[in-house]
């Protein structure tokens, strides 16, 4: 049985808030693809193949060819609500070839909207939830010819009511395998021009903030053990012979008496590498900043998100202001290069919030802003759009709307209850301009980059930056 795993063409994706220029450069990899393929391998009888189309831009009439010559058995897409019609795209040219071949959709979209999702025509089967175990059952079905509608996290076209079924959530992750990265061109998966080894060490997230979407049963954190993480990365870093890893988690340091044990590990086996993580500063402490230093971490991110305290209480975000800047004066002690996530135009904010943004985030000694200022966008079924359907702030489901009936024209949609989308988009520029326009940025741009040794893509990704960032809307 072949099985081939697509992440789609960029074509035919709403254009969200940030702009797939930046996006393209973060070279992340399709880890939810290589996590399924791995362990779709482990199924006597089949092979599995990855095209993530990014890599070497195909198009559709591209990858059409590349499926023909392929012929697989079954095609899984994992999507989410952005490409939902770059996906549908794909389905259709699948049953083209061969109405007999199985089409699989998961990932967040079909698992927040399965009703909608199953109805179409070209999709066959849907994964719910964290998809490794089930697609591995629904392939092991397959094969034996066995009924596939009784597998936990299945939906199909006969299944009653597909908001029943729940998406699944793995508890043990010690018990995943490692993503299959030999099924994919590594080096091609770059920060800033560098291959990078990408990784997760967790699921789930501590965080409530309102414009986040985590299923229920998934939110609960669940970490890797220490061992695992560090075995497997030695693992990987020797086979592909990098010196670079990127933790991908929501937030790594959740966990801090696991944190500090992967950094022994490092540090007693004198493993020369560095990395960067994503963090909370309410999970951070001088310790743990000091041992992550120790152990070769060089770039910390920060979610912040804004720099007013009454918004970071509308948005469930609760960060102590006050301590976030301690946080990453002690950031910059251990060298750690902190970047963090702002955004404008969240609920209840105004002229006078937005402004306090400007000025904690100048008053903060930060390397960068991440993907610069981005404005804030209801994302389906997170509280934030459940509340703006309630009060009216929201006119009509517009998410649910394209989940039925996805068109070219569907646009993406900030929230308008204080400023337009040409005055969100004026705040924007004028934030990025406040942080970015000043010489003490361009000076620790370029210290970082001697000191991380990314001098030339370092410069590269800062003009593309700031070509991104101000050209005219």
Request: net charge positive.
């Amino acid at each position: 049985m072949k099985i081939l795993l697509i992440y789609p063409p960029l074509i035919d994706t709403v254009n969200g808030p940030i702009s797939s220029e930046i996006t393209a450069m973060s070279g992340f990899p399709p880890l939810h693809l290589l996590y399924i393929a791995s362990h779709a391998k482990t199924v006597p009888g089949v092979e599995v193949k990855i095209v993530d189309c990014r890599l070497d831009n195909l198009n559709y009439e591209q990858l059409e060819a590349s499926m023909r010559d392929y012929l697989p058995d079954v095609v899984g897409i994992s999507v989410n609500s952005f490409m939902l019609l770059s996906a549908l795209n794909v389905s259709k040219i699948v049953k083209k070839i061969n109405q007999n071949i199985m089409v699989v959709f998961g990932g967040i979209h079909p698992t927040i909207y399965p009703r909608e999702t199953i109805k179409f025509g070209s999709v066959d089967v849907l994964v719910l939830g964290e998809g490794e175990f089930v697609f591995r059952n629904l392939l092991q079905a397959l094969i034996a010819q066995s009924d596939i509608t009784s597998i936990p996290g299945i939906v199909t076209k006969k299944t009653v009511n597909p908001e029943e079924i729940e998406p699944q959530v793995i508890e043990d992750l010690d018990s995943l395998n490692i993503p299959a990265w030999e099924l994919v061109d590594i080096t091609k998966y770059v920060r800033e021009k560098k291959p990078v080894l990408w990784l997760y060490t967790s699921r789930g997230c501590v965080g409530q903030c309102s414009f986040c979407y985590i299923h229920k049963k998934s939110r609960r954190f669940r970490a890797h053990s220490a061992n695992y993480i560090y075995n497997n990365l030695t693992f990987l870093l020797e086979k592909y012979k990098l010196k670079e890893f990127y933790i991908a988690d929501d937030c790594f340091t959740v966990n801090k008496t696991r944190v500090i044990e992967f950094c022994e590990l490092i540090i007693k086996n004198k493993l020369k590498v560095r990395w960067g993580a994503v963090s909370r500063a309410d999970t951070l402490s001088e310790d743990i900043l000091e041992i992550i230093s120790k152990a070769g971490c060089l770039n910390l991110f920060l979610g912040i998100e804004t720099g007013d305290e009454n918004i970071q209480k509308t948005i469930r975000k609760n960060l102590d202001l006050n301590k976030t800047k301690d946080i990453v004066r002690l950031a910059n002690k251990y060298g750690l290069n902190p970047h963090a996530y702002f955004m404008i135009g969240h609920p209840q904010e105004t002229e006078k919030e937005i402004l306090n943004t400007i000025k904690y985030m100048c008053s903060l000694k930060l390397s960068g802003i991440a993907g610069g200022v981005a404005i804030f966008q209801p994302y389906p079924n997170t509280s934030s759009y459940i509340e703006g359907l309630r009060t009216g702030i929201i006119k009509n489901d517009y998410w649910r709307e394209f989940a039925t009936n996805p068109t070219e024209e569907f646009k993406f949609r900030y929230w308008n209850e204080k400023f337009s989308n040409e005055e969100l988009l004026y705040w924007q520029k004028r934030v990025n301009s406040k942080f970015y326009l000043r010489p003490i940025i361009f000076i620790r741009t370029f210290i970082e980059a001697i000191r991380t040794r990314r001098l030339f893509s370092k410069i590269y990704s800062f003009l593309i930056f700031m070509k991104v960032t101000f050209k005219s809307k």
